[in-house]
């Protein structure tokens, strides 16, 4: 029997995210919550597998391609690439353990240029359509031709410069100048056919499990090589579509404290990549009740049937397009080790859980982080910047101000790399540092996300610090920090500050206190052991009678 490469994104679809992988799994879960997920379709990881071992697309997957792609436009009435009523997809990475922002997604993959004078005919509004066919050419000669990020916004930047004022006229600017640079970089223009396009996103994406980037995630976190990622294609939903648009990620509970209150980004007028990247100031998402009620209404009772479903904290990706709310994703989990401790012991006094789960809940690393150091308040404190705490934590070291110079210069102590905002390329740097800052992004950029991986104390969106790479040095408040300086990142109050202040060690708190006390009716034994030693003693009594392991919810954690 011939294999099956491609599987619907319906509620009746059967495999589990090491098919689907997370993101493709999750939209499954979604659908069958009855919430709004675009129409799309999943490339499984076993395709990943054989393109990897190959070097090519498998044997059949062309033609399963051809059908899921005619089987969208039924269901959109919408035509790929076609001038009438045109039809793009987002074709986006998805492994069955979550790697955030470490790999490839391309979105308004099939905006030809026909297909985009279509778009701006059907819309009206020229400037749309050219903006979302600039950022289908940007993903593409990122992703397929190879076009470094900074070649790329030099690109565009020289554009504005040739016709100010960010119109039409920029716009059809850039588009050119990025053309010309694909066919520069990749011997030849960027197919006109939609079809070839989706084939070559489709590769880009597989060929992203291995770049650097992936596999140095991989070996930090224990995440096997031989995985594979899934794709997945979807119709685009248009966050960049009007004044009564926009795009965000949105946590169910704070993420860095647990409390239960709706945490996150969102930016108006936008797709989905302007929020990961960290480039944007965000706004928060309770916004949204003044300017989209309903896109809110949505949003709050899509977190609560998450929730529900997951019995967990979670965290949701979504856009939506002239006042309409669509899902692109859902992930339980994602915390700090505070937050961990404190939805754990929430969601026990909700009657979502039992105690025995949230001491599986929570691993010894995260009860590690929940006793997590602070700057002192008092006394004389060098203050350089504040921004967010993206995620709790003191580290201290010199200021490195690029990810080269970060693995240079850890060779010889902590080092906090300072950046602008950061992107998978930064990996190998953000592994190397003790701590990380930025001067933009909020919660959900690329920058946060990885620090909360990765546990590495994090402050985002610190606006007052001017970093410059070139010159090696920070600026803030008419102060230049070269690299090298002593500085202290504590990423629970979301501060910066010089040198090393004296650091003291965080209260126990009402939620962590209780846990502890739950493990001690557990295992039977008293606080006269470290914190870890007794959450450890309870959790080992509990798999032992065949307690549910803390990972094996839905293939997700």
Same mark, same amino acid.
């Given at each position: ?53 190959? /070097? +090519?697309? *498998?044997? #059949?997957?062309?033609?399963? $391609? &051809?059908? @899921?792609? %005619?089987?969208? !436009?039924?269901?959109? =009435? ?82 504005? /410069? +040739?016709? *100010?004022? #960010?119109?039409?006229?920029? $716009? &059809?600017? @850039?588009? %050119?100048?990025? !053309?010309?640079?694909? =066919? ?87 797709? #989905? ?285």
């Amino acid at each position: 029997m011939p294999t099956t490469w491609i599987h619907p994104l319906s509620a009746e679809t059967e495999e589990g995210a090491d098919v689907l992988g997370g993101k493709g799994h999750g939209l499954v879960v979604l659908r069958r919550l009855g919430l709004p997920v675009p129409p799309g379709f999943v490339i499984g990881t076993g395709a990943c597998r054989a393109f990897l071992r190959d /070097g +090519r697309l *498998p044997d #059949g997957l062309g033609a399963e $391609l &051809a059908a @899921a792609v %005619r089987d969208l !436009e039924a269901a959109t =009435r919408r035509r790929f690439g076609g001038p009438g009523r045109p039809l793009a997809v987002s074709v986006r990475s998805g492994g069955s353990v979550s790697m955030p922002g470490m790999m490839n997604t391309l979105l308004n993959v099939g905006l030809t240029a026909e297909a985009a004078a279509g778009l701006a005919a059907e819309t009206g509004d020229a400037r749309f359509a050219l903006d979302a066919r600039l950022r289908s050419l940007s993903g593409f000669a990122s992703a397929v031709a190879g076009v470094a990020p900074e070649q790329l916004d030099a690109v565009v930047r020289e554009a504005a /410069g +040739r016709a *100010p004022g #960010g119109g039409r006229r920029h $716009l &059809a600017g @850039a588009i %050119r100048s990025v !053309e010309a640079l694909i =066919r520069a970089r990749a011997a030849g223009p960027v197919p006109g056919d939609a079809t070839r396009q989706l084939e070559l996103a489709v590769g880009a994406v597989f060929s992203s499990w291995d770049t650097p980037r992936a596999r140095t995630y991989r070996e930090l976190h224990g995440i096997p090589h031989d995985l594979g990622t899934a794709v997945t294609v979807q119709a685009m939903v248009f966050g960049n579509r009007d004044e009564r648009s926009g795009t965000g990620v949105v946590f169910s509970r704070d993420p860095t404290t647990g409390e239960n209150v709706p945490f996150g980004d969102v930016l108006f007028g936008r797709q #989905g990549e302007d929020v990961v990247s960290g480039r944007w100031a965000t706004r928060p998402p309770a916004e949204l009740a003044g300017r989209e009620p309903a896109v809110w209404a949505g949003l709050v009772e899509a977190l609560d049937r998450v929730e529900g479903h997951y019995r967990d904290a979670c965290q949701v990706e979504f856009t939506f397009e002239a006042g309409e709310l669509w899902l692109l994703q859902v992930r339980p989990g994602g915390l700090s080790g505070r937050a961990a401790v404190r939805v754990a012991v929430d969601l026990a006094d909700e009657g979502l859980i039992g105690r025995r789960e949230a001491l599986l809940r929570v691993s010894p690393r995260q009860l590690r982080q929940a006793r997590t150091p602070r700057t002192e308040t008092t006394g004389t404190r060098d203050l350089l910047a504040r921004g967010l705490g993206a995620c709790p934590g003191v580290a201290t070291g010199r200021v490195a101000t690029t990810a080269d110079g970060a693995v240079r210069m850890a060779a010889g102590g902590p080092v906090i790399l300072v950046r602008p905002h950061t992107s998978p390329l930064d990996m190998h740097g953000l592994a190397a540092s003790a701590g990380i800052v930025t001067s933009c992004g909020g919660p959900a950029s690329h920058a946060a996300v990885v620090a909360r991986a990765m546990g590495r104390p994090a402050v985002v969106g610190a606006a007052d610090l001017t970093v410059d790479a070139a010159a090696g040095c920070v600026r803030v408040g008419g102060r230049t920090i070269p690299e090298g300086t002593l500085v202290t990142v504590d990423g629970t109050g979301g501060e910066v500050l010089a040198g090393r202040p004296r650091i003291v060690t965080a209260p126990v708190g009402p939620h962590l206190d209780r846990l502890l006390g739950w493990a001690d009716e557990i295992s039977g034994g008293g606080p006269d052991r470290g914190d870890e030693e007794r959450l450890t003693a309870a959790r080992a009594v509990l798999l032992n009678r065949g307690g549910a392991p803390p990972d094996g919810r839905d293939g997700h954690r």
